[in-house]
């Protein structure tokens, strides 16, 4: 069963396995004690250590093993915020920032401190410059992902850093998705990663702390792992995390040079077999191994199952396969299609022929999604004489049933008319205006809402 999933967590390399084996015999006692069995495994650890700092690009000192790469972010965003409290309560973000740092985020505005968002385009990238000028001597910390979890677009890093050197603002780079490809480049201060993103055990985060940068560990610690995180260290999960590290480090050229070409296959050929689909992320810029596109007129979990039952593991970060029923942060920050959203993100070893199949079957799932939810086909010519305007009440509808009603009546006004959208979708504020763009009609905006939703307002022109 072909696994696309692995920028949620990659299948464990087989290092990772050997690797863990081994040291479930030889790193079991405690590394601080200066008996044999304590002395074998501190030289584990310190071993496990170097190579890790290795492939970050950082001295052994400046590194330290957390319980997850989401608990070195909080670390991270916590204790660089507390070390530069004197300079200002000033943390600058994108606005498509992994879950962790925005909720890091959310938890500094609570405590009075000052949270600023840069905005992305349309592929998930920031601008260099509007970063830096999102700056100001009062910013105690930035923080930039290298690159996305969601659409797989590199950021700017290091013109991003430079920006914050010039004014001495820490950068904390989130390389959790890129750092198995290659280190971060540019003079980033903090940086944060996790092992199972790269073929190493779930439980093992990598936070790095250049030498210089003010920081503060917050909450209780000991004298394990300079203070950063304290605790008895999984010292065989991070033998196998260190171990992968340096291996898919070995083979990430060539194995990147391949999953780009399959990627590559998938965005060209999805949009000539399956009607109605864009592919959103930076064409160019972007991680080798992940592409996400979203289908018009798909319910987003219906998809994923019927892909599940087909033989395939895909994420999603439509609104329709989420307990909150809002689209991710990351598409509605790029302000893209949100509705039948799909997520391929290829393992090494994929092959090609699993991904040959993936296309294959991929028309004929979303044809049956399609038909299930009754998609009208492409509205007629204009009548010759009909309403100018026509309201549609989807209140209480969830994507991608609001698109939908839009699509079946917009054949009913003459050209120039109007059709009023009412929902309370989250989605319908992203799909609306994607649907217009893809079928070149007019979104005019949002109209005079109704109690608990938003009117949308699309005037048909062709």
């Known amino acids: 069963m072909p696994y696309f999933d692995a920028a949620s967590a990659a299948p464990l390399h087989p290092v990772a396995r050997q690797a863990l084996l081994a040291s479930l015999d030889e790193g079991w006692a405690d590394p601080a004690r200066l008996y044999r069995e304590g002395r074998r495994a501190r030289l584990l650890l310190d071993a496990a250590r170097e ?31 507390a070390g530069r409290r004197r300079a200002g309560n000033r943390l600058v973000v994108s606005a498509v920032e992994h879950s962790s740092v925005l909720h890091a985020a959310e938890t500094h505005a609570a405590a009075g401190g000052t949270v600023t968002e840069v905005p992305v ?90 030498k210089g940068v003010r920081f503060a560990p917050q909450g209780p610690s000991d004298e394990r792992e300079s203070g950063r995180a304290p605790g008895f260290e999984n010292l065989p999960a991070i033998v196998a995390a260190a171990a992968s590290l340096r291996a898919v480090r070995a083979e990430a050229a060539a194995e990147g040079a391949r999953l780009r070409a399959l990627v590559d296959r998938i ?75 799909v997520r391929v993100s290829l393992p090494a070893g994929t092959a090609a022929e699993d991904v040959d199949r993936f296309l294959d079957v991929l028309p004929g799932v979303v044809a049956g999604v399609r038909e299930r939810l009754g998609v009208p086909a492409a509205p007629a010519a204009a009548p010759a004489a009909g309403p100018g305007s026509l309201v549609v009440d989807a209140l209480g509808r ?42 070149g009609q007019e979104y005019v905006g949002e109209g005079d809402p109704p109690e608990g939703g938003r009117a949308y307002v699309v005037r048909r022109v062709s």
Not at 66 to 71: F, H
Not at 407 to 431: F, H, N, S
């Open 121 to 210: 385009d349309r592929s998930g990238a920031v601008d260099a410059a509007v970063f830096a000028a999102a700056l100001d001597t009062g910013t105690a910390l930035a923080c930039l992902q290298s690159a996305n979890h969601e659409v797989g677009t590199g950021q700017p890093v290091a013109e991003v850093a430079e920006a914050c050197r010039g004014l001495g603002v820490p950068l904390l780079v989130d390389a959790a998705q890129s750092l198995g490809w290659g280190p971060v480049e540019g003079g980033w201060s903090l940086l944060t990663a996790s092992a199972h993103k790269w073929g190493g055990p779930a439980g093992v985060g990598l936070l790095a702390v250049r």
């Open 398 to 439: 969830r994507c991608p049933i609001p698109v939908i009603e839009l699509a079946k009546v917009i054949g009913d006004v003459p050209v120039g008319g109007t059709v009023t959208v009412l929902a309370d979708d989250e989605a319908a504020r992203l799909d609306i205006p994607a649907w217009c763009e893809m079928r």
């Open 267 to 341: 965005r060209a050929r999805v949009p000539e077999l399956v009607p109605d689909v864009e592919v959103v992320g930076d064409p160019v810029r972007r991680l080798p191994h992940l592409v996400t596109f979203s289908c018009l007129y798909v319910d987003g979990e219906t998809l994923l199952h019927e892909l599940d039952r087909e033989g395939f593991s895909v994420s999603s970060g439509s609104s329709c396969t989420s307990s909150t029923l809002t689209p991710s942060h990351v598409l509605r920050a790029m302000g893209v299609l949100s509705e039948g959203n």
């Open 51 to 81: 190579a890790a700092a290795e492939a970050v690009g950082c001295r052994p000192d400046e590194l330290v093993f957390t319980p997850s790469g989401t608990r070195a972010v909080h670390a991270g965003v916590s204790g660089a915020l």
